[in-house]
């Protein structure tokens, strides 16, 4: 079946304007994850979706970064006034129902540039 | 922070067993062990996770030490396409609504297969 897909693959931007990235996770998975890889480092968590809510957002690293999940589905990651510091591959990953076994299954990533 | 350690780099030749070893001492009781890779430039995939016993699923094997403490990933046939940095991760199973299960990546073993 489909996995986790997101778009755009590629996106370069400048410094100072604004970003959306966007996820579509597997189809009827409740839990939603994104994270974010910077070169040479480790995959640090950003936020967490169970349905439309997020019970943790304590990874967004400040309040120009913001997520939406709409639908129980697709889900908006927002980068207000970019810095390049933002630089990274952003990866959503979604995993399985309430009480399920919670094995989270990653997207291909969107490579974010900032010049 | 991680909680588990492994070493920085192993090399395989073509067609042997990689074994791919990994301490977590300090895993609790309601903690499974799981494993995850990420080929360069794309998103970490799924390998396999266990609790307590070993298990083996198409891609590999996991044999988990009788204390807990360490775990060892083996991959029977190393090919050149298993080159990847592989990472071992301790966490809940169970996705409970409100707790995150988000994952806590280290920095991983790169596991280069040689022709």
């Known amino acids: 079946g489909a996995g986790v897909s997101q778009s755009p693959s590629n996106k370069v931007t400048e410094k100072g304007k604004d970003v959306e990235l966007r996820c579509d996770p597997i189809?009827?998975?409740?839990?939603l994850y994104w994270y974010r890889q910077s070169l040479g480092q480790g995959l640090e968590f950003l936020i967490y979706?169970?349905?439309?809510?997020?019970?943790?957002k304590s990874g967004l690293p400040s309040d120009r970064f913001s997520a939406e999940r709409t639908g129980g589905s697709v889900s908006t990651l927002t980068i207000q006034r970019t810095q390049q510091e933002d630089s990274a591959v952003y990866l959503c990953?979604?995993?399985?129902?309430?009480?399920?076994?919670?094995?989270?299954?990653f997207g291909p990533g969107t490579r974010l540039t900032v010049l | 922070d991680a909680k588990t350690t492994q070493p920085p780099s192993m090399d395989c030749a073509e067609g042997r067993a990689a074994n791919l070893p990994c301490n977590h001492s300090?895993?609790?009781?309601?903690?499974?062990v799981y494993w995850y890779r990420q080929i360069h430039s794309q998103g970490p995939q799924y390998i396999i996770h266990?609790?307590?016993n070993n298990e083996t699923n198409e891609m590999a094997s996991l044999i988990i030490t009788e204390d807990r403490k360490s775990s060892t990933l083996i991959l029977p046939h190393a090919t050149l396409r298993d080159t990847a940095v592989y990472y071992c991760?301790?966490?809940?199973?169970?996705?409970?609504?409100?707790?995150?299960?988000?994952?806590?990546f280290g920095t991983g073993t790169l596991l280069a297969v040689q022709p």
């Open positions: 300090t895993i609790s009781g309601n903690e499974y």
């Open positions: 266990g609790l307590k």
């Open positions: 990953a979604s995993s399985g129902r309430l009480g399920s076994t919670d094995t989270q299954y």
């Open positions: 979706f169970q349905g439309n809510s997020a019970p943790d």
């Open positions: 991760i301790v966490r809940l199973l169970m996705n409970y609504g409100g707790a995150t299960n988000k994952l806590i």
């Open positions: 189809s009827g998975h409740t839990a």
